[in-house]
């Protein structure tokens, strides 16, 4: 299961992702990676464009998103 940071942690390295991509890297089914980049997308955390090549929709983190990562590592970091 993927949780909100993984989903943040993959769009900060791999920019403009689709759907597939981010299932494929997460092991997990397309329709719940689509529902879960969606949450994203509605919290601010991610933005979506449709490539104009492929013409599918894509995913990359935002300003608000790289903050809330770097809450989670942080937090991380601090359990340590």
């Known amino acids: 299961m993927m949780d909100k940071q993984e989903l943040l942690e993959y769009l ?3 920019e403009y992702a ?10 997990m089914s397309y329709s719940a990676t689509a529902m ?4 994203l997308v509605r919290q601010d955390l991610a933005a ?3 490539d104009p090549d492929t013409q599918l929709y894509v995913y990359e983190i935002t300003p608000k998103g790289e903050a809330r990562l ?6 991380e970091f601090d359990d340590r």
């Open 18 to 27: 689709d759907a597939e991509d981010v299932a494929n890297a997460m092991r």
């Open 36 to 39: 879960a980049l969606m949450r």
């Open 12 to 14: 900060d390295l791999n």
């Open 48 to 50: 979506r464009h449709r």
């Open 70 to 75: 770097d809450y989670f590592l942080e937090d």
